[in-house]
């Protein structure tokens, strides 16, 4: 049985013990936050404190961690005690809709280099040291997700083929409802070039025009242009490679407590409950990354 780093549990619980000292940082993780498409200051604040715990967990679990931001998430995260970080998302072009809110993941990576690298969602909590499997064995990517309720709705089937040329509907996995992509890895340079390729060559095609226009005429949000792009893609592309993969659970509690690794799932992180536990988990994790959280949740409409 692996070695269990801290507790395991579920977000929904702050018990458990934590350990003493950490591991030796062996290896880097690739975090980003691209803070434009946050324009909604609360969940701003909470994005403060859910970035401290990630970075909390991802150190005691023995991996450094590059952090990519934007001139404005530089000023918030510059005293969190990353290993680097970087105002990469700067670059962004302004063509870019921030509706496509993974676009910040996606500059990143290509920044950072997309081969031998991991990268992580601000809101997933690695707490044993699994990515380790994926740096010692190159044969293998890491694409780790979980399946959510939120529906498919049929026109997403419109967007796909838009973009994902040459994949007709029978060869794409079965998947049912949504996914929640937190980790992202690649050593095998063909299907990262596949990947990057779509998605870059996707944000000529989704302009924020058309974006308006396709919401206008199908009245369904823009989630659904990102979802596709960064999550379906993923998935689809993945077919006959051989992935690492955490295997897709309606149960988070058993993606914690078996695997070592959870991702807050779609809007639960910013319910009352979870800014509760996320802060207490921190604050009793590391008291000092929770005063910069704090202090960098006060200055939000000071910047």
Known sequence: MAENYYYSGNIGSSS?????????????????????????????????????????????????????????????????????????????????????????????????????????????????????????????????QMEEDMPLVDHSERIMHMHILGYPPTTRPNWQGSMNTGVVGFNNPVLAAKYFKNYFDSLKIYTADKIEKYKSENGYGCMCFDFVLEQIELSYL??????????????????????????????????????TIIRELLLKMDRSLYNAATIAAARINKI
């Open 16 to 144: 458990g013990s934590v350990i003493d000292k950490p591991k030796v940082r062996k290896y880097v993780v690739v975090q980003s936050l691209w803070t434009k498409p946050l324009n909604d200051n609360r969940k701003l604040r909470d994005t403060m404190y859910i970035c401290a715990l990630s970075l909390a967990y991802a150190h005691r679990s023995g991996y450094k961690v590059h952090m990519h931001t934007d001139s404005n998430g530089y000023e918030l995260l510059k005293n969190f005690g990353y290993d680097k970080i970087e105002k990469t998302l700067d670059s962004i072009p302004a063509s870019v809709p921030t509706d496509l809110f993974a676009a910040g993941k996606f500059f990143a990576m290509k920044a950072e280099g997309v081969i031998g690298k991991v990268h992580i969602d601000t809101d997933v909590f690695i707490k044993k040291p699994i990515l380790d499997k994926f740096y010692e064995d190159i044969s293998m990517d890491a694409i780790c």
């Open 238 to 275: 993945s077919v006959g490679y051989n992935v690492y993969t955490l295997l897709p659970t309606k149960n988070p509690c058993f993606v914690a407590d078996e695997i070592g690794y959870q991702h807050l799932q779609g809007g639960t992180k910013w319910t009352t409950g979870s800014r």
